[in-house]
């Protein structure tokens, strides 16, 4: 059973910085791509960033490109979401996931493991 815990959301001011972090369990973590999403109350969840299973290769939303970096310790099993400059738009709660492919992808059908998701408020 995979599992997925994120962590180190929490409030803080606009233009400030956070890094998620998300802890996942299973010997096969450097097989799959990995992704962030966010979910703002009343709306869809949303592709926030992704990262291949190696190498690196990135894709972000065009809202958060410049300020958000997604980066991944294969050793740790564990997937980082660096978010500076933060805006007040960006407050939701933000899942990562686990993809169903080596390849980064925006799409959330293209992941099958998720977890619970970290509350990001971003005051004004």
């Known amino acids: 059973q995979v599992q997925m815990v994120e962590s180190g959301g929490g409030l803080v001011r606009a233009g400030g910085s956070l890094r998620l972090s998300c802890a996942a369990s299973?010997?096969?973590?450097?097989?799959?791509?990995m992704g962030w999403f966010r979910q703002a109350a009343g709306t869809e969840r949303e592709f926030v960033a992704s990262?291949?299973?190696?190498?690196?290769?990135?894709d972000y939303a065009d809202s958060v490109k410049g300020r958000f970096t997604i980066s991944r310790d294969n050793a740790k099993n564990t997937v980082y979401l660096q978010m500076n400059s933060l805006k007040p738009e960006d407050t939701a709660v933000y899942y990562c996931?686990?993809?169903?492919?080596?390849?980064?992808?925006?799409?959330?059908?293209?992941?099958?493991?998720w977890g619970q998701g970290t509350q990001v408020t971003v005051s004004s």
């Open positions: 996931a686990r993809g169903r492919r080596p390849y980064t992808s925006s799409y959330s059908h293209d992941y099958d493991y």
């Open positions: 299973g010997p096969t973590f450097s097989t799959y791509a």
């Open positions: 990262i291949s299973r190696s190498v690196g290769y990135t």
